[in-house]
């Protein structure tokens, strides 16, 4: 498949990336620095808050994978607007198929989602809760991942369910880049969440 790769350059992007690659995808990534030349990758440079930067990245696309993500925990809306952003690029150009990475902090599972949602992840819960908000409203064949804690573990298992974290882990807290990475390559393979939020753990 070409796939559109939005985030490539940071620690779960470059995983899509190494991941999409070694399956023999062919990789378009819209980036506003420099990216390694590769083989099957194409970097386009430009905004991701851009409709026009991103109808040049989207181009041909048979699906698109969404890794942004804010880089502390300030207020943002970086996740959200965004999101306008490629789903309108994505109307515009016929591409209907997106992937996008959002946060396991928004099931209300257990106290201490309730504690983080209300504290230290106030601001990136609600960017996050926006983008479910825009994504889902659109006619687009979306699939949500939400992901917990991100780690750098070396181990690409995970464990995902539809609309709650995984009831079979007992280890929830968190999930490795690459596991996750993982799962959203497999998903635009196999379509088996298509227009579902999906609870993402470590396995």
């Keep these: 498949m070409k796939l559109a790769v939005l985030g490539a350059t940071g620690g779960t992007g470059r995983h899509v990336v190494d991941d999409a690659l070694a399956r ?14 590769r083989d099957g990758l194409t970097a386009v440079r430009g905004d991701p808050h851009q409709v026009a930067d991103l109808r040049c990245a989207l181009a041909g696309a048979d699906a698109v994978i969404s890794t942004l993500g804010p880089h502390g925990l300030g207020k943002t809306t970086l996740v959200a607007d965004c999101a306008r952003a490629t789903v309108a690029a994505m109307r515009d150009l016929g591409v209907r198929r997106l992937v996008i990475v959002g946060v396991g902090a928004l099931f209300r599972q257990g106290l201490a989602p309730r504690l983080l949602r209300a504290t230290f992840l106030r601001n990136i819960v609600a960017d996050s809760a926006e983008m479910e908000r ?31 974290v995984p009831a079979r882990v007992v280890a929830a807290a968190s999930l490795g880049r690459a596991a996750l990475a993982r799962f959203l390559i497999d998903e635009v393979e196999r379509h088996e969440h298509v227009r579902r939020i999906v609870g993402l753990a470590g396995s």
Excluded at 24 to 37: C, D, K, P, Q, Y
Excluded at 144 to 162: F, G, K, Q, V
């Design 24 to 37: 023999g995808h062919l990789i378009t990534a819209l980036v506003r620095s420099e990216l390694e030349r």
């Design 134 to 164: 825009v994504v889902t409203a659109s006619s687009l064949d979306w699939t949500i991942a939400r992901a917990p804690r991100l780690t750098h573990a070396a181990s690409t298992s995970y464990a995902a369910e539809d609309d709650r």
